[in-house]
């Protein structure tokens, strides 16, 4: 059996921050179905923020997860959050530089 989560109605259609995607989380944790829809029909933001946040959470989650009726501002949103470049190597060997007194 299957749960379905429509985003709209429980936060907004525009996904601004990280907490959202956090409490979206928590409603699908508290799922007793293993099968979780989430419905992004209607949503018509999603910032880098909640981007990321929501697919460091889709895959600790132990459910299985299948997003619906996702436009293609929001796929492109959550692709380039997919895509971000490892903390630290913006500039490599900062926390190993000696620090020198002028």
């Not at 697919?55 to 996702?70: A, D, H, R, V």
Request: cysteine-free; proline content about 3%.
């Amino acid at each position: 059996m299957t749960h379905s989560i429509i985003v709209r109605e429980i936060l907004s259609n525009n996904l601004a921050v990280r907490d959202n995607a956090a409490y979206l989380f928590q409603i699908v944790e508290d799922s007793p179905q293993d099968d979780i829809f989430i419905d992004f029909e209607g949503v018509d933001t999603m910032t880098r923020a909640f981007a990321h946040e929501y697919l460091g959470l889709k895959s600790k989650s132990s459910k299985s997860i299948q997003e619906l009726n996702i436009s293609t501002e929001l796929e492109r949103m959550l692709n380039s959050a997919s895509h971000e470049s490892p903390k630290g190597k913006r500039f490599p060997g900062l926390k190993t530089a000696e620090i020198i007194r002028i």
